[in-house]
C-alpha cells in the first residue's frame, strides 16, 4: 500500500526548488514540500573509515586517506570492452594506485576531469592486491576534492546520510535534494514553540535539519534527530491535549445510578469477580459517573474478563436511563457478542416477555445484512429507547441510526476503529451530549505507548485471567521440513480423533484470484533496503479445504469453511455447527480472529503465517485452549529456517504474555507503524519516533504540550502548531476513510 501524503499547508513545493530528478525521487515516498523533505530522516549514516598514512594501510583495510594525484594513466581493457583507469596518489611518503574499471569513454573523461595531477583528494575505500604489479591498489574508491586543514579533513570524515532509497533513485539524488532545502531551512514551519526549544535545550528547527542532513560528527545527527522526534511526539500530545480539553467542555449523559440491573446482574454471576475486575469496574464507574465525555482503553489478554467488567458498566449505563451500544469488528463477532450478553444476563435480558425479569431491559442485534423486517423491528427498539443494550458492527456509527438515548458505547478491540472512529461517536449522544466510550483490546501496549498511540484515552489494564484456562502452546512448523509438516497434520488428526476441533487459517481465500494475495512484509538487508521476496504465494482457503480433504491422515475428519465471501447468513450457519461440533476441521480468513468461542476447538494452524501481524497471531492463539483441553498453535511458514520471517515467528511463539508480546512487536517494529497495517489513524504515521526508545521525550512533549494547549485552548497564538495539528490528521485521515 503506496503511503499517501499530501503537502504540509503552506509549505514550499519542492517542484519550484529542486530539478526534477529530485523532486521525482522525493514524490516516490510522498514527500512533496520543503517542510516534509526537511523531516524525512536518513535511514542511517555511514562513517567513513578513519584517516591513514599510506605506509600503514594493510590489504583488506578499509581506509581514507588525504592524498595528491600524482600520474593518471589508462589503457583499453584486452578482454572485455572498456577502460582502466589508473590513478597514482601520494600522501607524501608512499604511492598507491586507485584503479578503475569502465565501460564508457565518458565516464573516463569524467574521472581525469575531477583528478589533475596535483589535485589533494580524500580517498575512501578498501585496499586490495595488484598481482600483476605486485602491489597494494584500492579499486573504485570513493573520493572528493578536500582541503588540507583539520577542518577540509572533518568535513571529508563526515557521516554521510542514507535515504532510504527505491527503484532507479540514487543516494546522491537525495542527498542533493536536501541540500539544497537546506538552504531555505530558514522558512520551515516551527511549530514547538521556540521557548519549549530552549527548555529542552534542543537544537532550533534550522539548526535540527543541518544536524541531521548535513552532520559533521555522528554526535551532530543525534542532536538534530532529538529534534525531529520531540516535534513529533510535541504534535500528538497537542492534538490529544486538545482532545482532552474539548471533551472536558463537552456535556455528557451522568451514568451513575445503582441499580436495580447491575445489582441482580453481579447476584447471579456464576463467579466472583477478580480484585483486578473489581477495580477497575470503579475506576470505570468514577469516569462515567462524570458529565463530561470519558474514554477508556481497557486492555488485558483474550479471557482475561475485559467483557464482564464492560457489561456491568452499560448495565450502569440502561439503570441511569440512557442506552449502551457495544462494537464489535466483524458481524460474526457481533452475533457471537449478542449471544453472550443473552446468556449472561438470561431473564434480564427478556423485557416485555413473559419470562422477563421486571427490571429487565432489551438486548438488540443490528446488522447490515439483516433481514428488513427484523431490522425494522429492531430499529424501532433503538430508536425509542426500549433496547437498553444494542449490539452491532461499527456500521451503527456511520449508518444513520438514531439512539432515544446512547450513553455508553463500548468497542470490542480496538484495531479496526482509529482515533477519528471514536471521534465520530461524540456526534451519537442525546441532546448535544456525548456517549462515554470504552475500547477493549486484547493487544495491550506499554504505558509510553499508549501516551503516544492513544494519549486521549485513560488506559486501565487487566493483568490477571479469571478461570480456569488450560492455556496455549505455540510452535513454527517450516513447510519446507516434510517432515514438521507431516507431524503437524497428524497432530491435527489425532486431535479430532480425541474428539476436538481444529482451526486452520489463511491469509486468503482463492489462490486463483491473484489481487487477493496478502503480501508478507519485506525482509531487509543491512541497508534497510528491501530483499527480493522468496516466500511462495499464499495459500487459500477454497485450495486448503480440498488439498485436506485428500490428506491420508484426515481422512473422515468433516472440513468446513468460512471466508467474508459467504453470506452473512452462510457464516452465521457455518459457526453454528462449528460449535455444535458439526466440523471437525474449519479452514477459514481472519474473520474467527478474535472472540470466537467454541470451547471444545484445541488446535489453530495458521498457514503463511509470516503475513499476520503480531496481535492478529495472538488472537489466533487465543481461540483455543479455552475450555479444559490445552490447546496448541502451529505457525506454519514457507519461510526458510533461521530466516527473519521465521526468527519472528519463533519470538511470537515463546512470548506467553499479551504484554510480553506488545513489547516485542514494538521493538521490532521500532519507529514504525505502532499497531500494524491494519490499525488506523494517528497511529500508523508514527515517523521518528519509537515508542520503547523515546518514553522520556514522549513525556516530556506531553507535559509541554498539555501545558500550551492549557494556555490557549485555539492556540490563536501558535498558528504553525495548529497547522501542522491540521496535517497530522489530514494525514490520518484517508485511512479512516478507506475502512
Ligand atoms: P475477554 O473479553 O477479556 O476476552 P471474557 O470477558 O470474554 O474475556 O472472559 C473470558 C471467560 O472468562 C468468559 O467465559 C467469562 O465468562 C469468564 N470470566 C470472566 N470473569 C471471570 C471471573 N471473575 N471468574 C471466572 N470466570 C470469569
Ligand atoms: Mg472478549
Redesign the pocket.
Known amino acids: 500500500m503506496a503511503r499517501r501524503q499530501e503537502t504540509a499547508r503552506g509549505s514550499m513545493p519542492l517542484k519550484e526548488l529542486l530539478i526534477s530528478k529530485e523532486s521525482t525521487a522525493m514524490a516516490s515516498f510522498g514527500v512533496r514540500d520543503l517542510d516534509t523533505m526537511m523531516r524525512f530522516a536518513p535511514r542511517r549514516y555511514v562513517v567513513p573509515a578513519p584517516l591513514r598514512s599510506l605506509h600503514e594501510v594493510n590489504r583488506g583495510e578499509e581506509v581514507s586517506a588525504v592524498v595528491s594525484v600524482v600520474s593518471l594513466r589508462d589503457r583499453a581493457m584486452r578482454s572485455r570492452h572498456g577502460f582502466i583507469l589508473e590513478v597514482a596518489v601520494s600522501d607524501g611518503v608512499e604511492e598507491i594506485v586507485l584503479t578503475f574499471f569502465l565501460t564508457k569513454q565518458h565516464q573516463l573523461q569524467w574521472h581525469r576531469g575531477r583528478l589533475p595531477v596535483g589535485a589533494r583528494i580524500i580517498v575512501h575505500g578498501t585496499v586490495g592486491f595488484d598481482d600483476y604489479r605486485q602491489a597494494l591498489q584500492i579499486t573504485h574508491p570513493a573520493y572528493e576534492p578536500v582541503e588540507d586543514t583539520e577542518e577540509g579533513r572533518a568535513w571529508a570524515q563526515r557521516p554521510r546520510p542514507v535515504y532510504p532509497l527505491r527503484q532507479n533513485i540514487a543516494q546522491a539524488t537525495m542527498r542533493s535534494a536536501t541540500e539544497k532545502g537546506l538552504e531555505f531551512a530558514g522558512s520551515l514551519s516551527r511549530p514547538v514553540p521556540d521557548e519549549v526549544i530552549a527548555r529542552r535545550a534542543l537544537p532550533p528547527l534550522e539548526e535540527a535539519a543541518r544536524l541531521v542532513h548535513t552532520p559533521l560528527t555522528v554526535e551532530d545527527t543525534r542532536h538534530g534527530m532529538a529534534h525531529l522526534r520531540y516535534e513529533e511526539a510535541f504534535i500528538l500530545q497537542a492534538i490529544f491535549a486538545q482532545r482532552r480539553g474539548q471533551d472536558e467542555r463537552t456535556p455528557a449523559p451522568v451514568l451513575a445510578a445503582e441499580g436495580p440491573l447491575q445489582g441482580l446482574f453481579d447476584a447471579r454471576l456464576p ?4 480484585d483486578g ?1 473489581c477495580a477497575i469496574g470503579t475506576r470505570i464507574e468514577e469516569r462515567i459517573g462524570n458529565s463530561h465525555p470519558t474514554s477508556v482503553l481497557l486492555q ?1 489478554d ?7 467488567v464492560a457489561l456491568r458498566a452499560m448495565l450502569r449505563a440502561v439503570d441511569s436511563g440512557h442506552q449502551a451500544a457495544l462494537l464489535a469488528p466483524t458481524e460474526v463477532l457481533a452475533e457471537q457478542h449478542h449471544r453472550t450478553l443473552l446468556t449472561l444476563l438470561g431473564d434480564l435480558a427478556r423485557a416485555g416477555q413473559l419470562d422477563g425479569h421486571e427490571a429487565a431491559t432489551r438486548v438488540r442485534l443490528l446488522t447490515g445484512s439483516q433481514r428488513t423486517a427484523g431490522r425494522r423491528e429492531t430499529l424501532l427498539d433503538v430508536t425509542s429507547g426500549q433496547a437498553g443494550i444494542v449490539v452491532g458492527t461499527h456500521a451503527l456509527l456511520t449508518e444513520s441510526v438514531e439512539f432515544a438515548s446512547l450513553g455508553l458505547v463500548v468497542i470490542d478491540e480496538q484495531h479496526r476503529f482509529g482515533v477519528d472512529h471514536r471521534r465520530r461517536l461524540r456526534t451519537k449522544g442525546p441532546a448535544g451530549q456525548s456517549p462515554h466510550v470504552i475500547v ?1 483490546t ?1 493487544t495491550p501496549i506499554p504505558r509510553t505507548a499508549a501516551l503516544a498511540t492513544v494519549g486521549d484515552l485513560d488506559v486501565l489494564s487487566l493483568r490477571e485471567s ?2 480456569l484456562r488450560a492455556g496455549v502452546t505455540s510452535f513454527v512448523v517450516h513447510e519446507k521440513l516434510p517432515k514438521w509438516e507431516q507431524r503437524m497434520w497428524q497432530r491435527a488428526a489425532e486431535e479430532i480423533t480425541a474428539g476436538r476441533q481444529v482451526f486452520v487459517v489463511c491469509a486468503r481465500i482463492d489462490e486463483d484470484d491473484a489481487a487477493d494475495d496478502a503480501p508478507a512484509p519485506p525482509e531487509l538487508d543491512e541497508n534497510g533496503n528491501e530483499k527480493p521476496p522468496t516466500l511462495e504465494p499464499a495459500r487459500g482457503v477454497t485450495q486448503t479445504a480440498q488439498r485436506l480433504a485428500e490428506r491420508p491422515e484426515l481422512a473422515g475428519a468433516r472440513i468446513g469453511i468460512l471466508h467474508g465471501r459467504l453470506t452473512g447468513e452462510e457464516k452465521q450457519e457455518v459457526m453454528a455447527q462449528m460449535v455444535r461440533g458439526e466440523i471437525d476441521l474449519l479452514v477459514s480468513t481472519t474473520v474467527i480472529e478474535v472472540g470466537v468461542d467454541v470451547p471444545n476447538a484445541s488446535t489453530m494452524i495458521v498457514l503463511d503465517a509470516e503475513r499476520f501481524g503480531v496481535s492478529q497471531l495472538h488472537q489466533l492463539r487465543g481461540r483455543v485452549g479455552r475450555g479444559e483441553h490445552a490447546g496448541i498453535a502451529f505457525f506454519d511458514t514457507t519461510a526458510e529456517v533461521g530466516a527473519e520471517h521465521s526468527q519472528h515467528l519463533r519470538r511470537i511463539a515463546e512470548a506467553v504474555d499479551g504484554f510480553a508480546l506488545a513489547e516485542l512487536d514494538l521493538r521490532r517494529r521500532g519507529a514504525g507503524d505502532l499497531v500494524g497495517e491494519e490499525q488506523s489513524g494517528l497511529q500508523r504515521t508514527l515517523k521518528h519516533l519509537d515508542v520503547m526508545r523515546d518514553a522520556r521525550v514522549i513525556e516530556q512533549a506531553r507535559e509541554d504540550a498539555f501545558a500550551v494547549v492549557a494556555a490557549d485552548p485555539d492556540l490563536a497564538a501558535h498558528p504553525a502548531l495548529a497547522g501542522a495539528i491540521a496535517d497530522r490528521l489530514r494525514d490520518a485521515d484517508p485511512d479512516v476513510e478507506r475502512s
Do not use: R
Not at 271 to 274: A, H, I, R, S
Not at 302 to 308: E, L
Open positions: 463467579f466472583t469477580l477478580t475486575q488485558g483474550v479471557g482475561s474478563g475485559k467483557t464482564v477493549m486484547a479469571p478461570g
